[in-house]
């Protein structure tokens, strides 16, 4: 049993190495069962492995092609090791951080959720796309208005409002595009 809480802003592990690599475990662990079992069995290593097991018989461990897979073997599981270990980016981060005893913390996904609603308002914006990422938040603004300048101003303002409202810690930098009208 767990003594403390489990943290609201955590790296997560990185699924996608972690699942290649139990993949390629669990496919060669099972290609080795079944060439293990039916040389066991029959006495024979299996057909569709017989000329490829000859072959690889023939080659001398010393030899270069040998030391090249090996090496490439090798640096490919450490590569995969070590990205299943280490954990993956933050998926959200504090807010609110003040004397009072407690974590309060949002996800990046609804960080970028309440700056697109606070930026579609701002007068001049068609449209906003908004991704959050742990150290800084784009901003894809759409206008039909041909100062973008002055667009561009305004967003900023109103993002750097919505982020203040919140004080998430750190506060995401700001990546502003603005697209005018054509």
């Given at each position: 049993m767990r003594s403390s809480p489990t943290p609201l802003v955590h790296r997560p592990a990185r699924k996608p190495a972690a699942a290649l690599l139990g993949g390629a475990w669990l496919v060669g662990g099972l290609g080795g069962a079944w060439l293990l079992i039916t040389r066991m069995t029959t006495g024979a290593w299996p057909e569709q492995a017989a000329a490829p097991i000859a072959a690889l018989a023939e080659r001398s461990i010393g030899s270069p092609a040998v030391a090249a897979a090996s090496a490439l073997a090798a640096a490919v599981g450490l590569l995969l090791m070590l990205l299943?270990?280490?954990?993956g980016p933050r998926d959200g981060r504090q807010m609110l951080a003040d004397e009072v005893p407690g974590v309060t913390a949002i996800p990046h996904a609804d960080l970028a959720r309440h700056l697109r609603a606070r930026l579609?308002?701002?007068?001049?914006?068609?449209s906003a796309r908004v991704r959050v990422v742990p150290s800084r938040a784009r901003l894809d603004i759409r206008t039909e208005v041909e100062d973008v300048d002055q667009v561009r101003s305004e967003v900023r303002a109103a993002a750097e409002a919505a982020i203040a409202e919140l004080g998430p810690s750190p506060a995401p930098r700001l990546r502003i595009r603005v697209r005018g009208a054509r």
């Open positions: 299943a270990v280490l954990p579609v308002q701002v007068d001049g914006v068609h």
